[in-house]
């Protein structure tokens, strides 16, 4: 089995650009699709991308995904960043049989 | 719309047993799969196990010996035992549907406290 392994936190101020990264610790990034959760406060997690790049409807389009082969790892981009996309965000892949996350990353923006 | 509602004790003494029931309206649970996922206070995210395909289940390796997930079609639920349990089990406990694609419903969440 692999392990997602995530920073413990970014922050960025408004209006600017934040990636997150997400890297796969064996196996290929590419082999099983890559999602991508949002969880405020005191909330449940919420989908922000599916299968690596797709967003759900509802979802603005500062939000996006992305994987690379070369560092084997996935990434969640958010431009123009809002005070409302301070959360905790996490990956989550699959592998056989079993579903697994990452250690989620705490975005603050301020 | 999909709703999903978690329901069993909140306090749970050390060494015993902890059940859960997560009852699904707007959707059958004879399709897609439905999991079990846990939060402790403060922690992540950490996938338990899901039941599938009706009555066929997967773990997480490192849970697997003290879990069984179950399902009741008639009452359209399917139900977590963790057995076993130390305060290191305290925390939120999800029931959610996993298309095979995305976890795409949640339950609002079941705080369960491991105490004596």
């Known amino acids: 089995n692999f392990m997602l392994t995530q920073p413990h936190s970014v922050s960025e101020s408004p209006g600017k650009t934040v990636t997150i990264s997400c890297t796969r610790s064996?196996?290929?990034?590419?082999?099983?699709?890559v999602q991508w959760y949002q969880q405020r406060p005191g909330s449940v997690p919420t989908t922000v991308i599916f299968e690596d790049n797709r967003r759900p409807s509802g979802v603005p389009d500062r939000f996006s995904g992305s994987i690379d082969t070369s560092s084997n790892s996935a990434s969640l981009t958010i431009s123009g960043l809002k005070t409302e996309d301070e959360a905790d965000y996490y990956c989550?892949?699959?592998?056989?049989?079993?579903?697994?996350f990452g250690g989620g990353t705490k975005l603050t923006v301020l | 719309q999909v709703q999903l509602q978690e329901s069993g004790p909140g306090l749970v003494k050390p060494s015993e047993t902890l059940s859960l029931t997560c009852t699904v309206s707007?959707?059958?649970?004879?399709?897609?799969?439905w999991s079990w996922i846990r939060q402790p206070p403060g922690k992540g995210l950490e996938w338990i196990g899901y039941i599938y395909n009706s009555g066929s289940t997967k773990y997480n390796p490192s849970l697997k010996s003290r879990v069984i997930i179950s399902e009741d079609t008639s009452k359209n639920q399917f139900s977590l035992k963790l057995t076993s349990v130390t305060a290191a089990d305290t925390a939120v406990y999800y029931c959610a549907r996993d298309t095979g694609v995305d976890i795409d419903y949640w339950g609002q969440g079941s705080l369960v406290t491991v105490s004596s």
């Open positions: 989550q892949s699959y592998d056989t049989d079993i579903v697994v």
């Open positions: 064996s196996g290929t990034i590419a082999t099983n699709y």
């Open positions: 707007g959707a059958s649970i004879s399709g897609s799969y």
